[in-house]
C-alpha cells in the first residue's frame, strides 16, 4: 500500500500552514519529514493519518492495505501516549481488544511484538517504572501489534536523550531490516533524517512548501554513526535549512 | 462562675476598670443596667408591661429588652452572662444548665389554669379525619416536638401516658417546621399556646381535639429565671425585678383576664411587641385568644415544677441526681402546689 | 592579599527548608495533649462544667451508649442515611459530570445550571425536601443525595477535562471505537480526579447528616447531638461530635485504601 498526496493545503482559520504538497510515499520506504520548527509538519502527518481534514487537495491511499492489517494508519507519538494505568502488555493489549482479538490468540501477538522490541521482562511492568527510551519501545511495540500498512511517527526521538536515541535507531533499523514496513518519520534532527530516510523531504518555513526531496541510497543497515557520507548529506542539508530556520525562529508566533 | 475561663468575663472587667468614672455618676442600686430576654409572644406581656408603664424604672432598672428565636438560645444566654433575666418554659436544657450552676428559677409565669384557656391539643386533618378527634386515639400516632426535653415532649409523654396510649415523638427543631408538618399531615399531633392554636384551626388544616389543662391542671409552663450568681449575689436586684415582673402580670391579668382594666389599652400596648408585622385590627382577636394565666407575684407551683423534673429525669434526659433546690431558688416567690 | 595562598572556607549552604517532612506520632501527640489539658482545667476546676465537658465523662457517656445498645440504634440508620444518601448522589454526579465532560451540549446545557445550585446551602431546602419526600427517609436521602451530588458533578467533569487529550488522540488513532475511549481512557483517566473529588463529596455527606436528621428523626447520630445540644449536655454533645469524626476518619482511611487499589499505577 502507498500514500499519495496531491497539491495539499491547509488552514487553521486564516493562517496558512501547508501549500501544494504533493508527494508519493512509495511502499516499504522510509520518507523523512524535516523542516523549521512550526512549518507543519505535524499537521501533515495528522492529515495523512486521518486525524484531521485537509482544506485543500487529495490524500490518497493507493492499493490495499494486507488482511492481516488491523490498522492500516498507526502513529507512534513523541511523548509515546501510554496509558499509565496499564502494564506494557496492557498498553499492547488495549489496541487489539476492539477487534476483538483477546486471550490466547492476543497473548501470542503481544509476546512475539514484545520480543522484537526486547521488552519481554518488561511484559508486567507499568510505564512509571521505564526509562524514556523503554517507553517509546512499548509504543513502537503497540505499534507493530496492529500490523500497520504504513507507520507515521512525529519526532519519535525528540523526547530521548542521545545515547539513547542512537540505540533506538539501531533498533528500528533492525526492526525495518526484518520487515521493511512503510513509514513517515517526521524529525526536525537532520542526523536522524540521514540515518533512517530512504527520502529526505525537506518543508520551507510556514506555510510549508516542499523545497526539496533528497533520496539517499545507502543500505539502511549500513549507515552508522559517524559515517562521514551521511555526515557530509547532513551538512549540505543544513545549509539548505539554515535561513529559513533563521527566519522562522525570528517570526512572531500567530504573528 | 467565679472560675469559668470566659473572655467576656475579662473584657467586661477591663471595660469596667475604664469606664469607672462614668458609672460613678449613677452610682447606687438606682439604674443598674439589666439585660431582659423575652419571646414576641403574649405570655411575655408581663415583661413589656414592666418596660412600657416605667415599673422597671421605677425599681431603679435601666432594663433593655433583648428578644430572641426561641427559648433555649435564651437559657443559654443567661449562662453566657449576655442577658440577666428571662423567662421561659422548662426545659432539659435549662435543668441540665441549673446543674452546672449556671442558672437557677427564681418564679412563675405562665400557668395552666381550669377555666381559663389555655394550651390546646391539636390533630392533623388526615389524622382527624381518621378518627383522631379525642386524645385518646393517638395510639401508634406521632407527635411533634421542637426537640427531646422540650416542653412538647412533656407535655405530650404526660398526655399519652394518662390516656394509655404510646405514640411516636417527632424533633422538628422550630415551632415553624411543626406547624408545617401538621398542616401537611406529616405528623399526627401537637399541643401549643392557644394563640398559635386557634387561628389554626381556624384555617380548617388542623383540629383542636383537647386541653393540656385536662391532663396537667396546674402546669406551670414558664418561669423566671436568672443566673445563679444573680439569684445568690444581688438579691436586691432580682427582687427589683421580680416586683416589678409582678406589677406588669397585675395590669396585664387585670384587663385581659379580670377585666377590670382597660383592655384595649393593653392589647395596644402588647401590639407593639407582639404580631407588630400586622394591623392592630387583625393582630388584636390573636392578642386576646393568647390570654393565659400569668401567676400573681410570680408565684411559682412547685408541685408542676417537681413533677416536670421527675419526668425528665425518668425519661433519662437529665442527670437522675439533680435537685430541686439546684433548679429553684424558693426564696424569692410564694411557693404554691405544696 | 598572598595570591599564591588564598583561604579556604566552606561554602555557606543556603538551602534547606520548604520540603514538608513526614513526622511520625506528632499528630497523635498534639491530641493527647489537648485531652490531657482539657481533663486538668476540668479537674482542677479552672475550666467550669459550662465550658467544656471532662473528656472521662465524654468516654463514660459513650461506654454506656455502648452498654446500653443505644449506639447502635443510633448509628445503624444514620450510616443507612449516608451510605444511600452518597450513593446515591454520588453515583448521578459521576454520571453527570462524565456527560458534561464528554458532550458540548450537556456542557452548555448544565454547567450554568450547576454552577446556581452549588451555592445554594442544602439545609434551606429541607423543609421543601420534607413535602417531596416525606418526613420520613425520602428527605434525609434526598438531602445528603443533593448535597453530595453538585461536588461530585464539579470535581468528575474538571477531571474528564484534565484527561491528556494525547491519550484520546492515540485512541482514536489505533480505531478504538468511541465506547472504548469512555470507558478505558476518558474514565481512568479521571478516576484520580473524581477520587479527590469523592473526599469532598462524602465530608460533606456527613456534615449535612445532622441537618438531615433535624427534622423528624428519632434516632441517628446526628438526632443524638441535636437533643445533646437542645439539653445542654456536653458529655452526649462531645461523644456524639466524636462519633462523627471517628466515621469521617473511616471514610477517609477507606477512600485511601479505594485509591490505593485503583490508582495502583500511580506509584
Ligand atoms: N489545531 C490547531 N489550530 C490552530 N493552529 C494550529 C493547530 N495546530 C497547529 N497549529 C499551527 O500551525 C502551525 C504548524 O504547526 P505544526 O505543529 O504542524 O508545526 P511543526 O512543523 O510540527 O512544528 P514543530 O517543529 O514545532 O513540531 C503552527 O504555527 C501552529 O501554531
Ligand atoms: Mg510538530
Known amino acids: ?255 | 462562675m467565679s472560675n469559668l475561663i470566659n473572655r467576656r468575663t475579662v473584657l467586661k472587667l477591663m471595660g469596667g476598670t475604664l469606664a469607672a468614672p462614668f458609672v460613678l455618676k449613677h452610682a447606687g442600686a438606682a439604674n443598674r443596667k439589666i439585660k431582659v430576654g423575652a419571646l414576641r409572644f403574649t405570655s411575655h406581656s408581663a415583661s413589656f408591661v414592666a418596660f412600657e408603664r416605667g415599673y422597671f424604672a421605677d425599681a431603679g432598672l435601666d432594663v433593655e429588652l433583648k428578644f430572641f428565636q426561641a427559648a433555649q438560645p435564651m437559657a443559654v444566654a443567661i449562662a453566657s452572662g449576655d442577658i440577666d433575666y428571662a423567662v421561659t418554659a422548662i426545659s432539659g436544657g435549662l435543668i441540665s444548665l441549673a446543674q452546672k450552676d449556671a442558672i437557677r428559677v427564681i418564679g412563675g409565669a405562665l400557668s395552666e389554669e381550669a377555666g381559663i384557656d389555655g394550651q390546646k391539643i391539636l390533630a392533623s386533618d388526615a389524622a382527624y379525619q381518621d378518627g383522631v378527634t379525642t386524645p385518646s386515639a393517638l395510639d401508634g400516632k406521632s407527635f411533634g416536638m421542637s426537640t427531646a426535653g422540650s416542653s412538647f415532649h412533656y407535655m405530650g409523654s404526660r398526655i399519652a401516658a394518662q390516656e394509655g396510649v404510646e405514640m411516636k415523638f417527632k424533633p422538628l427543631q422550630k415551632v415553624g417546621a411543626i406547624i408545617g408538618a401538621l398542616k401537611s399531615g406529616q405528623i399526627d399531633a401537637w399541643s401549643i399556646v392557644p394563640h398559635i392554636a386557634k387561628p389554626l384551626a381556624g384555617s380548617g388544616a388542623v383540629h383542636i381535639i383537647g386541653n393540656v389543662s385536662d391532663y396537667l391542671p396546674d402546669y406551670q409552663v414558664t418561669t423566671v429565671f436568672t443566673s445563679r450568681k444573680n439569684a445568690l449575689e444581688e438579691r436586691e436586684m432580682s427582687e427589683a425585678f421580680l416586683n416589678a415582673f409582678s406589677q406588669g402580670i397585675d395590669d396585664y391579668t387585670a384587663a385581659m383576664i379580670d377585666k377590670t382594666a382597660d383592655e384595649d389599652a393593653m392589647v395596644d400596648l402588647i401590639h407593639k411587641y407582639v404580631y407588630a408585622d400586622r394591623e392592630r385590627a387583625k393582630a388584636a382577636p390573636s392578642i386576646i385568644n393568647g390570654t393565659m394565666r400569668l401567676n400573681k407575684g410570680a408565684a411559682l407551683n412547685m408541685a408542676s415544677v417537681t413533677d416536670q423534673l421527675a419526668w425528665f429525669q425518668s425519661e433519662n434526659l437529665v442527670d437522675s441526681d439533680i435537685s430541686i433546690d439546684q433548679l429553684v431558688d424558693a426564696s424569692y416567690v410564694d411557693i404554691t402546689g405544696q | ?267
Open chain 3, 1 to 267: 592579599m598572598d595570591k599564591s595562598n588564598p583561604v579556604a572556607s566552606a561554602v555557606k549552604f543556603r538551602g534547606g527548608g520548604f520540603a514538608p517532612t513526614p513526622l511520625r506520632g506528632v499528630g497523635a501527640l498534639v491530641f493527647f495533649a489537648l485531652i490531657a489539658f482539657a481533663e486538668f482545667g476540668t479537674r482542677s476546676g479552672f475550666i467550669s462544667a459550662l465550658t467544656l465537658p471532662r473528656p472521662s465523662d465524654v468516654l463514660l457517656t459513650f461506654k454506656e451508649l455502648y452498654t446500653s445498645g443505644l449506639l447502635w440504634k443510633h448509628l445503624l440508620p444514620s450510616l443507612t442515611r449516608l451510605a444511600v444518601g452518597a450513593a446515591l448522589g454520588v453515583s448521578a454526579g459521576i454520571c453527570v459530570g462524565v456527560a458534561i465532560g464528554l458532550f458540548s451540549l450537556v456542557r452548555a446545557g448544565l454547567v450554568p445550571v450547576v454552577a446556581a445550585i452549588f451555592p445554594i446551602p442544602k439545609i434551606a431546602l429541607l423543609p421543601l425536601f420534607v413535602i417531596w419526600f416525606g418526613i420520613d427517609e425520602g428527605s434525609k436521602y434526598a438531602l445528603i443525595a443533593f448535597g453530595t451530588f453538585t461536588p461530585t458533578v464539579v470535581a468528575t467533569y474538571g477531571a474528564v477535562d484534565n484527561v491528556d487529550r494525547t491519550l484520546i488522540r492515540m485512541g482514536q488513532s489505533f480505531g478504538l471505537s468511541w465506547f472504548s475511549i469512555v470507558r478505558k481512557i476518558v474514565l481512568p483517566g479521571a478516576m484520580p480526579g473524581i477520587l479527590s473529588g469523592l473526599r469532598i463529596s462524602l465530608a460533606i455527606a456527613i456534615i449535612l447528616l445532622v441537618a438531615a436528621e433535624m427534622l423528624g428523626a428519632e434516632y441517628g447520630i446526628g438526632a443524638y447531638i441535636l437533643e445533646a445540644g437542645a439539653l445542654y449536655d456536653l458529655e452526649r454533645l462531645f461523644a456524639g461530635v466524636v462519633i462523627l469524626s471517628v466515621i469521617g476518619v473511616i471514610v477517609s482511611a477507606t477512600l485511601g485504601l479505594l485509591e490505593r487499589r485503583l490508582l495502583d499505577w500511580r506509584t
Open chain 1, 1 to 255: 500500500m502507498e500514500i499519495r498526496l496531491e497539491g495539499v493545503s491547509h488552514h487553521y482559520a486564516d493562517m496558512e500552514v501547508l501549500r501544494d504538497i504533493t508527494l508519493d510515499i512509495p511502499q516499504g520506504k522510509i520518507v523523512c519529514i524535516v523542516g523549521p520548527s512550526g512549518c507543519g509538519k505535524s499537521t501533515l502527518l495528522r492529515l495523512i493519518g486521518g486525524l484531521e481534514q485537509a482544506t485543500g487537495g487529495r490524500i490518497l491511499q493507493v492499493g490495499d492495505a494486507p488482511a492481516d492489517c488491523l490498522n492500516p494508519l498507526t502513529y507512534i507519538f513523541q511523548d509515546f501516549a501510554l496509558l499509565p494505568w496499564r502494564t506494557v502488555a496492557g498498553n499492547v493489549s488495549l489496541v487489539l481488544e476492539d477487534h476483538g482479538i483477546s486471550g490466547q490468540q492476543a497473548n501470542k501477538i503481544i509476546d512475539d511484538v514484545l520480543n522484537r522490541t526486547n521488552l519481554q521482562s518488561f511484559r508486567h511492568a507499568w510505564p512509571r517504572q521505564l526509562s524514556g527510551g523503554m517507553k517509546q519501545r512499548v509504543s513502537i511495540a503497540r505499534a507493530l501489534a496492529v500490523n500497520p500498512a504504513v507507520m507515521l511517527m512525529d519526532e519519535p526521538l525528540s523526547a530521548l536523550d542521545s545515547q539513547t536515541r542512537e540505540l533506538l535507531m539501531d533498533d528500528l533499523i533492525g526492526l525495518w531490516t526484518a520487515t521493511q514496513f512503510t513509514a513517515v518519520y517526521v524529525t526536525h534532527n537532520l542526523a536522524e533524517a540521514v540515518r533512517l530516510g530512504h527520502h529526505i523531504v525537506l518543508l520551507s518555513r510556514r506555510p510549508g512548501r516542499i523545497s526539496d526531496i533528497i533520496s539517499l541510497d545507502m543500505p539502511l543497515n549500513e549507515r552508522h554513526f559517524g559515517d562521514p557520507v551521511l555526515e557530509a548529506q547532513q551538512a549540505r542539508l543544513w545549509t539548505m535549512m539554515r535561513d529559513e530556520a533563521r527566519a522562522a525562529d525570528a517570526e512572531l508566533l500567530h504573528g
